[in-house]
């Protein structure tokens, strides 16, 4: 007798999701596939993302989940990247995202100046946290779009490049991606862990160190939320050979002095400079040395910040795509300071709150493909523990449109907490997971 061949369509698929089942592997790749295709309209995908977001996938169904995003495009393979007669290892680095996160900008230059390919694949805005093209397009000239040819000669040229995932490359999760930003459905773990990981297997990346973000301006608010991303991915990076590992980072607290685009850039070459915000340098010391351990690199990465190694990889990088390093970086045509209601300490602030605000002046985007402000955002004049003088500026609000400044406001309204006594801050890392 000759097995009858399994017959789906999309609103029995999502039917079976909202009713709380586990969906069947013949069931995730039909509906993945028929998505990439067109098939399945964005509506119905939207309607099973947020059956998924309220009623989870077990392992099996997230691993498969993941494998069939990476099975609708290519894979690629670094493994014949040499430079000067030798295989260049590589290592990549992936953010869950977070308010003021501009640690890809330092540290990818960063440890390629070590002589370590860094194929750092990254995205646009999603909900109130940054993109990183975003940050990169706010320089003059600098492209995001690159060829495959283009990107295995820059990483043999530089050793470092920042783009966007080619058309090619996992295109069921741009479909996805793009989709669960304007539907609410981006705090999903499921979600985040299978959009992440099948960019990054079929990047074809060796190792993977991945950035978890924990606290109020995270979308896991809890460390336990943080540690059961961590350990999926990390799972679904080791079953595919992918050595990964993941630190869990504070993101109570925005990460530096700013939120916005060009002036996270701004920071971020500070930093390259040897100065920079003492939690920026931290989180981005941090990460170096993992990716570096992970690529066999015995060195210590501060080395690079100090003697200008790392500034000298950025603008082989940024030249490399077109951008012109030395140019400035565009300013908001109008800004408003925000005084500090009391004189005391900073002993709070509210990471949501800066990152909706600077999401509200025009730094984020509320539709998809919606053009974001390249001097848009938020800048704090002080931060924990730091003093401040009511009627003193706190903050800054920068943007092309004052229009959008009352609703930026209300964001920011009880964000910054202002006490007598200076709490001592814990380190940002707050945990490892590794295989």
């Known amino acids: 007798m000759t097995a009858q061949t399994e017959v789906f369509d999309a609103v029995s698929v999502i039917a079976a999701k909202r009713d709380g089942k586990a969906l069947t592997d013949g069931q995730i790749d039909w509906m993945i596939d028929n998505f990439t295709t067109g098939a399945v309209a964005d509506y119905q995908m939207a309607a099973l993302a947020m059956a998924i977001y309220l009623n989870g996938m077990d392992r099996r169904e997230i691993a498969r989940w993941t494998a069939a995003m990476i099975g609708t495009g290519e894979r690629m393979d670094f493994s014949g990247l040499r430079r000067d007669g030798r295989s260049l290892a590589t290592t990549d680095k992936h953010s869950t995202g977070g308010v003021g996160d501009k640690i890809t900008l330092p540290l990818t230059p960063l440890v390629a100046s070590y002589g370590v390919a860094v194929p750092q694949l990254s995205g646009r805005g999603l909900g109130h946290t940054g993109g990183t093209l975003d940050k990169l397009e706010a320089i003059r000239g600098w492209r995001a779009d690159l060829t495959n040819a283009e990107m295995f000669d820059q990483l043999e040229r530089v050793g470092g490049v920042i783009c966007a995932a080619g058309s090619g490359l996992a295109p069921a999760d741009k479909k996805l991606y793009a989709l669960r930003d304007v539907t609410s459905t981006v705090e999903s773990i499921p979600l985040i862990a299978s959009s992440i990981m099948s960019k990054k297997i079929a990047e074809g990346?060796?190792?993977?160190?991945?950035?978890?973000?924990?606290?109020?301006?995270?979308?896991?608010?809890?460390?336990?939320?943080?540690?059961?991303?961590?350990?999926?991915?990390?799972?679904?990076?080791?079953?595919?050979?992918?050595?990964?590992?993941?630190?869990?980072?504070?993101?109570?607290?925005?990460?530096?002095?700013?939120?916005?685009?060009?002036?996270?850039?701004?920071?971020?070459?500070?930093?390259?400079?040897?100065?920079?915000?003492?939690?920026?340098v931290e989180l981005t010391l941090a990460?170096?040395?993992?990716?570096?351990?992970?690529?066999?690199?015995?060195?210590?990465?501060?080395?690079?910040?100090?003697?200008?190694?790392?500034?000298?990889?950025?603008?082989?990088?940024?030249?490399?795509?077109?951008?012109?390093?030395?140019?400035?970086?565009?300013?908001?045509?109008?800004?408003?300071?925000?005084?500090?209601?009391?004189?005391?300490?900073?002993?709070?602030?509210?990471?949501?709150?800066?990152?909706?605000?600077?999401?509200?002046?025009?730094?984020?985007?509320?539709?998809?493909?919606?053009?974001?402000?390249?001097?848009?955002?938020?800048?704090?004049?002080?931060?924990l523990g730091d003093s401040v003088t009511a009627g003193e500026p706190l903050f800054t609000l920068h943007t092309d449109t004052p229009e959008k400044f009352d609703a930026a406001l209300a964001a920011l309204d009880g964000a910054a907490t202002i006490g007598e006594n200076p709490q001592p801050r814990d380190s940002l890392i707050l945990g490892r997971v590794s295989a």
């Open 287 to 383: 990460l170096a040395r993992e990716m570096l351990t992970l690529a066999g690199v015995d060195a210590d990465p501060a080395e690079h910040l100090a003697d200008g190694s790392a500034m000298d990889s950025w603008n082989a990088m940024i030249a490399a795509q077109g951008g012109d390093p030395a140019a400035p970086l565009p300013v908001a045509q109008h800004t408003l300071d925000v005084p500090a209601a009391a004189s005391g300490v900073l002993t709070g602030l509210d990471a949501m709150g800066v990152g909706i605000a600077a999401w509200r002046l025009g730094a984020g985007r509320e539709r998809q493909g919606e053009p974001v402000q390249a001097g848009a955002g938020v800048t704090w004049h002080a931060g």
């Open 205 to 280: 990346t060796a190792s993977l160190v991945l950035d978890v973000k924990v606290g109020k301006g995270a979308f896991m608010k809890t460390e336990q939320q943080a540690r059961e991303l961590a350990e999926t991915m990390v799972a679904l990076g080791h079953d595919s050979g992918v050595n990964t590992v993941a630190l869990l980072t504070d993101m109570s607290t925005p990460l530096g002095r700013s939120a916005g685009n060009a002036l996270e850039v701004a920071e971020s070459l500070e930093v390259l400079s040897g100065g920079g915000p003492s939690d920026v």
